[in-house]
């Protein structure tokens, strides 16, 4: 009789074995179970040792007594992805629990009774000459995986054309995740159920229908690569398996190498339009090749109070250049909205945050401020003093994230420096300088006061003064700079230079 079907054995095809003659006990739903393997162990707990698939021979040394523990051992077993569970007849099996037997039937577990006449060396060669043509073609497979990385450096696939060749070769639908459950390399998907993801790099390689690795990588696993039996298919085994999974690490070392040399390209890019050393038409060339659509608007984002691991996390989805300086981080990006025109005069001309930047929100004790949105290649000078009073802006609320031009009175404010620096001298140079000079702190009070809405115990509070301090500051301040901040048109001015002062920086 053959107990191959298809290169492959079954536990039902053992069972219909005359010469093994065994009984199933329990679990005959699982008779359809795939048998890679028959092993002897008496262990309580031989799971840290098993791939999956294997036939457990035991003549009961290792089977608990108890019924709760008997229950925990069948589990242990199915959850490692083993086959059936064979017992010797007759030598040390306990007493077989009611609970024991109803797990295996509710799983579908076979329990399989050898009889004392049958020796385990039985079972073994048995499924060893069942298999031994399908590690055959196991080998071929995993000898043409090893070609994978002859195709990554003659043929130029990228990753998604790699893997679509390994699933053919291997016979598993294949998927990668990052822990999280994002995308672990471009163009090749995530598992459709979150639940195939082990919760940890130690967990056993096999899960329902197939294997679950980590990908790994200096300092943890990157991710973890899922791959499962495809209908029809000739599956390869755990081996193969592992070598994609080692295909993978290096697709994401090589991926990883690329976005660091683009991050180091995207900040020199980025330091030169700072400051003005480029011409539009070499800067959009740059911004082209770091990724960023060719006629999407971009924005500036200055960004406080995060790391920038945290940000390119965040950000890992965009392409976008980044460049730290002192305690600020400058990024640039494309300026994408759901449902908004890329130019000045839709929505994304009125200073909207587009959805690119959301994730940045989650970053905790973040604060971001973003310019209007501006055509690539265009100078980033308005943008950089747009972005900077937007950071600082979000930085004294307690926002984390704040576009320029939602100020009611900043966005009103001219965007030539000069002119900005002239309001600036003409109505608080005088109290700047005594600031400077005394250390007194006459225009932050003010501007305290003024965001408060002349609450003067509210703004003494964020002062940490008292009120009565408070009125003479005001009073100061007056007297120098010849405003009277109970009047209209005095106090609508001060405002507006305190906004222009913030913008160039010159007032926190």
């Known amino acids: 009789m053959c107990l191959v079907g298809d290169n492959k054995v079954t536990v039902e095809e053992l069972v219909r074995f005359p010469a093994l003659q065994l009984r199933v006990m329990a679990g005959e739903n699982g008779l359809g179970r795939s048998v ?3 092993h002897v162990s008496e262990l309580e707990d031989p799971t840290p040792w098993l791939l999956g698939s294997e036939v457990i021979m035991t003549t009961g040394i290792g089977v608990p007594r108890t019924a709760a523990a008997q229950r925990a051992y069948l589990e242990r077993l199915d959850d490692a992805g083993v086959a059936a569970l ?3 007849a007759g030598l040390h099996v306990p007493p077989l629990h009611k609970g024991f037997l109803d797990a295996a039937e509710k799983r579908g577990f076979p329990v399989l009774e050898v009889p004392l ?8 060669q048995e499924v060893a000459a069942a298999v031994q043509e399908d590690a055959r073609q196991r080998l071929g497979a995993q000898l043409q995986v090893f070609g994978a990385l002859r195709w990554l450096a003659s043929e130029g696939l990228d990753a998604a054309g790699v893997f679509k060749r390994l699933e053919r070769l291997s016979g598993y639908d294949v998927y990668l995740s990052t822990p999280q459950g994002r995308p672990l390399l471009p163009g090749v998907p995530v598992p459709p159920d979150g639940a195939a993801l082990p919760s940890s790099p130690d967990a056993p390689p096999t899960i329902p229908g197939g294997f679950a690795l980590p990908v790994p990588a200096p300092g943890g696993p990157a991710g973890f690569l899922v791959a499962f039996e495809r209908e029809g298919a000739r599956p390869a085994g755990l081996a193969v398996v592992q070598h994609i999974a080692t295909v993978a690490a290096l697709q994401v070392a090589m991926v990883r190498t690329q976005r660091e040399t683009l991050r180091r390209q995207g900040a020199e890019t980025l330091a030169d339009l700072l400051q ?6 070499a800067a959009r060339r740059r911004l082209v090749r770091m990724g960023l659509p060719p006629e999407a608007d971009v924005v500036l984002l200055v960004v406080r109070n995060a790391a920038d691991d945290a940000v390119v996390r965040a950000l890992d989805d965009h392409p976008h250049l980044m460049l730290r300086r002192h305690q600020d981080l400058y990024v640039l990006m494309a300026h994408l909205t759901a449902d908004a025109p890329a130019h000045p005069g839709g929505a994304a001309g009125r200073g909207e945050a587009g959805f690119e930047v959301a994730a940045l929100r989650e ?3 973040i604060a971001v401020g973003v310019s209007r949105p501006l055509p690539p290649g265009s100078s980033l000078k308005v943008a950089q003093r747009e972005a900077l009073w937007a950071a600082a ?3 004294e609320s307690g926002q984390p994230l704040v576009p320029y031009g939602e ?3 900043g966005r009103w404010l001219p965007d030539d420096a000069g002119v900005l620096a002239g309001l600036v001298e003409h109505v608080l140079g005088e109290a700047l300088r005594y600031d400077a000079e005394h250390g007194s702190g006459l225009v932050a009070s003010v501007r305290t006061w003024m965001e408060r809405d002349r609450r003067t115990e509210d703004a003494a509070r964020a002062l940490h003064i008292h009120p009565n301090t408070l009125a003479y500051r005001l009073r100061r301040f007056g007297a120098l700079t010849g405003r009277d901040l109970a009047a209209t048109g005095d106090f609508a001015e001060v405002w507006l230079a305190i906004r222009a002062g913030r913008q160039l920086g010159r007032i926190s």
């Open 393 to 395: 802006r979000a930085a």
């Open 276 to 281: 003005d050393l480029l011409d539009p038409a």
């Open 363 to 365: 970053i905790p004790g």
């Open 407 to 409: 100020d009611t009175t």
């Open 86 to 88: 064979a017992l010797s």
């Open 36 to 38: 890679s393997w028959a």
């Open 117 to 124: 006449a049958v020796p385990f060396i039985a079972i073994a």
